[in-house]
């Protein structure tokens, strides 16, 4: 035990401060906050037995919780874990450094922000809560520590935070824990090949316990953890958190990242006593004995003088018990700060309103050469903007060429990517909620479905979660077929994403000014944006022809900033509400509706999808005895049912009918394709149904 606590006490450590001298507002002994608030925790061994007690003490009091029915969900304590949940965290000391944590993060927290009570009223859904009680166990934000459940979530975040960092010319670093479970995880080798190709300074962190929720991961994970890391270039090093030497290995890996401004690689192997989550454990007694023969925490304590080690389990012991008291007098969390949408109320719409958009173009040109000049206009005028996407670089400029020319220009700036759809978004995110305004091109729509759990589980969650944050991210991506490119690359997802909550969702035309749209979406619009466009409509010439703005309501959030077009006549017999790629099939039966059945059409054309503007919507609709939706996705569970069951709701009680495709594989043979895709048919027979109903 004496060369154990030598080892300790000899500990170098280049990263940490000296405790400054003011009062213990943590309440462990031995340790102070520094300037910035964060815990300070010197190397040597009372204090850092004293604050891994701290935080066992903290997770033993959350069982205890569970058990007596206080508290709800799950949690899923670090016991066991608590030198390999402090080792990195207690390294980082740079005022910019980032702590991105998973279903596991107590101890990460804690090190980090040394909020005890504010860790144990946030899992007892309580005011005092570090979030209020919106988080809960697993998802937490502070300053700069971000956690979320999901497995290798935030690993493509912690990539786009350190790329940040390094723009940004900070020597803050990021450093991203993961369980070694997450090795079976895709989006992790996405994170470290981009971190690599970069390069971006985060420590990937893989704790390595040997188990996942029951599951032995030595017959889950092949090959060799340190060569995963060392494959994409990554320096890697490896340590038991039962080995004194933990602290100066976490500290070298820390400054070498910080120096290098290259990820590295940090495996700590390490036990857990507890269970996964509460009680889920089927570990025999003899496996539990083993590990706990070895817990470093005990062993530590040890080796500490037996008077001053009872003075510190005491101290920790009434810390404990304070703030068991103090989450408990806490009030239950309120709905004061709820919202009934991940969108402004509309008393807030003032707030966001975007600026006028910029005038027409004095001479015709396409959406495409209009989204181009508009990309080219931000990076421009706003150093946050960064764009980002595969094969976006001179001289190809994308799979359309939305971005010709835009590389050399700014360079840097317009990155061509790898192919990792899901790092990219999650990138985006990470850059976003560093302030920067990221562009990010998805080559086909098709492909969404791979950045889904990062747009879903984390995009969207930060504000909703956290509304002090926002992700003002646009993913901009070419969508519809008639290209004969076959079911893979020819699809229409609008309704799959317009269905997630706090996803904003644009589809322009040839009629809108896409311009306007982009500026606004990118500038002034501070919600994760999907932007979809179709690859029928890059060639054509924007052209506003007799389409005028519908009024924009103001309980419609988004409204202003992304209008719906109406093109009126004088005594309409229906109104047709269509959308992208569908418009020029729209105005083509209803031109021959006109000339061959002497029947005039009202036609709404939408840019804003998701949040569908409603209210705006069912005053223009309510006036129609027969209204088409017509889509080019199926039609089921979309864009129009949504617009139906609001009318519906609203009492509208004329005829509806729905335009789109069935809901099969689109093929590639184009006279396959044009009989599922609709068209002028389907629209013109639709209305005349509708009106003859």
Known sequence: MDTLRRSVEQTHDMNMQSPVTVSDPIGVPGIARGSDGRPIIPADPAALYAYAQAIRGTETLLLDLFSKGQLSGTTHTCLGQEFCQMAVVRALRHADDAVLSNHRNHGHFLTYAGDFVGLVAEVMGR????????????????????????????????????????????????????????????????????????????????????????????????????????????????????????????AEAVDEVRATRRPGFLVIDTFRLGPHSKGDDLRTESEIATIRARDPVARLGDSLDSERRAAIDTSVADLIAQVAATAAASSEATDRAFRPSMFPPPTCLSDIAPAPPAPPATTARSVRTALNAAIGELLNDDPRTIVMGEDLHDPYGGAFKVTAGLSQRYAGRVVSTPIS????????????????????????????????????????????????????????????????????????????????????????????????????????????????????????????????????????????????????????????????GMVPFVEAAGERLAQEEELDLDILVLALLAPLPRHALIEALFGYDAIV?????????????????????????????????????????????????????????????????
């Not at 975040?157 to 010319?169: F, K, N, T």
């Not at 090949?193 to 985060?202: I, K």
């Not at 492909?447 to 646009?474: R, W």
């Not at 619009?525 to 979809?532: D, E, G, K, N, S």
């Open 127 to 250: 005011e005092a809560g570090v979030c209020g009680g919106r988080g809960g166990s697993q998802h937490m934000a502070f300053r700069h520590f971000h956690s979320n459940g999901v497995q290798a979530g935030m690993t493509g975040i912690a990539v786009g935070l350190a790329r940040a960092r390094e723009m940004d010319g900070s020597e803050g670093i990021v450093a991203v824990m993961i369980g070694d479970g997450t090795l079976g995880e895709g989006l992790l080798y996405e994170s470290m090949n981009l971190a690599s190709v970069w390069p971006a300074p985060v420590l990937f962190v893989v704790e390595h316990n040997g188990i996942a929720q029951t599951t032995e991961t030595a017959g889950t994970i092949g090959g060799d953890m340190l060569a995963r890391g060392a494959a994409f270039g990554l320096t890697t090093r490896r340590v038991s958190d039962a080995d004194p030497a933990l602290w100066r290995i976490a």
């Open 421 to 580: 759809e899901a790092a990219l978004t999650g990138a985006a995110i990470g850059l976003a909620l560093a302030g920067y305004r990221p562009i990010v091109e998805i080559m086909f729509a098709d492909f969404l479905t791979l950045c889904a759990d990062q747009i879903y589980n984390h995009a969207v969650k930060f504000a909703g979660v956290f509304p002090e944050l926002s992700v003002p991210m646009v993913i901009r991506t070419p969508a519809g077929g008639r290209r004969g490119y076959g079911p893979t690359h020819s699809q229409s997802p609008e309704n799959i994403f317009a269905a997630i909550p706090g996803l904003t969702v644009l589809y322009g035309s040839q009629r809108h000014d896409n311009a306007a749209l982009l500026r606004n979406a990118v500038q002034h619009w501070p919600y994760p944006t999907l932007f979809l466009e179709h690859k029928l409509v890059y060639g054509a010439t924007e052209d506003p022809g007799r389409y005028r703005p519908l009024p924009a309501h103001a309980k419609d959030a988004g409204g202003a900033a992304f209008p719906t077009l109406c093109r009126r006549s004088a005594t309409p017999d229906a109104a047709i509400v269509t959308y992208g």
């Open 629 to 693: 939706i017509a889509e080019e996705t199926h039609s089921g569970y979309g864009v129009g049912a949504e617009l139906i069951a609001c009318l519906a709701e609203s009492g509208y009680r004329g005829t509806i009918r729905r335009v789109g495709a069935p809901p099969v594989p689109i093929p590639s043979a184009r006279s396959l394709e044009s009989a599922v895709l609709p068209g002028a048919d389907s629209v013109v027979a639709a209305v005349l149904d509708a009106i003859a109903a």
